[in-house]
């Protein structure tokens, strides 16, 4: 295996905020499988209208900054 090269200060702040963002983005989804898993699927009166939960999306896509991958 060759050796590393150590990142410098900055660009290893990024990629640990990249990393903490993913993660983040990641937990949401995985809690909601984790508790269908445990205790099944919600009844469709306690849920969201698929068009309300897009445009509830599509806003917080809005409102964030751009970035560069």
Known sequence: MPDRQPLDEHA???ARAYAADQRA???VPASVLEDIAAHGYPSPQTGALWEEA???H????AG?????A
């Not at 599509?58 to 896509?61: A, G, I, P, T």
């Not at 964030?64 to 560069?68: A, F, I, K, L, T």
């Open 54 to 56: 897009r445009s509830a």
């Open 12 to 14: 290893a702040a990024s």
């Open 64 to 68: 964030e900054q751009p970035r560069v």
């Open 58 to 61: 599509l806003d917080r896509l």
């Open 25 to 27: 983005r990641v937990d």
